[in-house]
T-cell receptor, first 115, second 110 residues
Framework: EAQVTQNPRYLITVTGKKLTVTCSQN?????MSWYRQDPGLGLRQIYY???????DKGDVPEGYKVSRKEKRNFPLILESPSPNQTSLYFCASSPRTGASNQPQHFGDGTRLSIL | QKEVEQDPGPLSVPEGAIVSLNCTYS??????FMWYRQYSRKGPELLMY????GNKEDGRFTAQVDKSSKYISLFIRDSQPSDSATYLCAMSGRGNQFYFGTGTSLTVIP
């Protein structure tokens, strides 16, 4: 089954304790992305990756890191989490076809609470 | 000004009604337009994908894009209780970023 898998689905942690949210896709997609979803603000793009070893900032990258060492994996790293990073996070992937931006497949989300 | 504006609702309609959902945008470079449906505790799933202006129909769903007015719409005919969800518009241009609306919450009452 084609899917984007995020782990963990839920996490409660404390300020300053480094954490990693993993994302893996089994569709051989080139493009992967992380979003956060907040009430009244919608989905906002944090980082995206066009392919292995290629990453770029989205609209809200502050406080986050990503890496793309393998095509299937795109982990999101919070080096020193703060309460304003409490949110619902989604990973997404899509194929790249020429210059067109294909719609993305989303994971089921990670609800992160930072106390 | 936000890149994409979407009325959050909530919208409540009786079963069988025609539903109209809309988004406006400010960036004239957008040329790829998407509608996603999101159920509670799930990720968004793609409903419709259109390139540039025009209409696209898929079953009970019709997507319209009017680039001259920077306005996109999603119509749902013969709405069903299973259509109750949050609907997100999304768009992209020549760059590699995607911009989403805040979502409209829809409830279809049996």
């Amino acid at each position: 089954e084609a899917q984007v898998t995020q782990n963990p689905r839920y996490l409660i942690t404390v300020t300053g304790k480094k954490l990693t949210v993993t994302c893996s896709q089994n569709m051989n997609h080139e493009y992967m992305s992380w979003y956060r979803q907040d009430p009244g603000l919608g989905l906002r793009q944090i980082y995206y990756s066009m392919n292995v070893e290629v990453t770029d900032k989205g609209d809200v990258p502050e406080g986050y890191k990503v890496s793309r060492k393998e095509k299937r994996n795109f982990p999101l790293i919070l080096e020193s989490p703060s309460p304003n990073q409490t949110s619902l996070y989604f990973c997404a992937s899509s194929p790249r076809t020429g210059a067109s931006n294909q719609p993305q497949h989303f994971g089921d989300g990670t609800r992160l609470s930072i106390l | 000004q936000k890149e994409v504006e979407q009325d959050p609702g909530p919208l409540s309609v009786p079963e069988g009604a025609i539903v109209s959902l809309n988004c406006t945008y400010s960036n004239s470079a957008f040329q790829y337009f998407m509608w996603y449906r999101q159920y509670s505790r799930k990720g968004p799933e793609l409903l419709m994908y259109t390139y540039s202006s025009g209409n696209k129909e898929d079953g009970r769903f019709t997507a319209q894009v009017d680039k001259s007015s920077k306005y996109i719409s999603l119509f749902i005919r013969d709405s069903q209780p299973s259509d109750s969800a949050t609907y997100l518009c999304a768009m992209s241009g020549r760059g590699n970023q995607f911009y989403f609306g805040t979502g409209t919450s829809l409830t279809v009452i049996p």
